[in-house]
């Protein structure tokens, strides 16, 4: 037995309903394309993934692929650029760490603890060495993402440094020097050996909490008040 036609209200929130599915349809399409594409730059790098492949993956056309990105350097630069978002939550933290009323040695070290664990994980690592790794290619984009990641970072930091020193908890002469001292205490020596895939020992959780420990207090050696 045939369903009877639909009432004018029915066929009136199906039509109201369509264009919420295509979006719906639209962004997830959107969100597969890019995970795909994420494994495939971060495993093969840009000159070795293909947009055929990055569609295999995803499970879609070429052509879909191009309803959402004009072409591969779009996407590249897209999935870069949205990655670098990752970093906004930590600039919030940073003014709210160090107000803490409990001395200074106290939050500087939760600040250097979240930097660390923050940092120093595969994804973000595998993001960094394809960044370096493709700055010749791309210099505009590598130079926006330095832009948006460690200098926003080293800005936020240096401005709240020097708050410090104004309350008479530091003494500086250069906040940014000062913030990229701090920086370089807490991470040089596990960043410098992951880019390098080298990451087994020095990238164990206890290991990031020693060289947290180690690094504020080399800072504070150098820049503290007491």
Do not use: C
């Not at 630069?77 to 409990?102: C, K, M, P, T």
């Not at 940092?119 to 330095?146: C, K, M, S």
């Amino acid at each position: 037995m045939a369903s009877p036609p639909p009432t004018l209200p029915q066929a009136a929130a199906a039509r109201a309903a369509a264009p919420t599915r295509r979006r719906t349809g639209r962004l997830a399409s959107a969100a597969v394309i890019m995970e795909a594409a994420t494994t495939l730059f971060l495993r093969k790098g840009y000159a070795g993934t293909s947009m055929d492949e990055i569609a295999a993956l995803a499970g879609v056309s070429k052509q879909t692929i191009y309803t959402h990105f004009a072409d591969k350097e779009h996407l590249f630069s897209d999935l870069i650029l949205r990655n670098a978002a990752r970093v906004d939550e930590f600039v919030e933290q940073v003014g709210g760490i160090l107000d803490d009323s409990h001395g200074l040695e106290k939050p500087l070290l939760e600040l250097a603890r979240r930097y660390i664990h923050l940092v120093i994980r595969p994804e973000v690592l595998q993001l960094r060495r394809l960044v370096i790794g493709e700055a010749g290619n791309f210099p505009d984009l590598a130079g926006t993402y330095y832009q948006r990641v460690p200098e926003r970072v080293l800005s936020t930091l240096a401005s709240n440094l020097e708050r410090l020193a104004g309350r008479g908890l530091l003494r500086m002469d250069d906040p940014m020097l000062a913030a990229n001292h701090f920086v370089a205490l807490i991470l040089w020596v596990p960043l410098d050996r992951a880019m390098f895939h080298i990451e087994q020992e020095s990238l164990e959780p206890g290991r990031l909490e020693q060289l947290a420990h180690a690094g504020v207090r080399v800072f504070l050696a150098a820049y503290g008040t007491s």
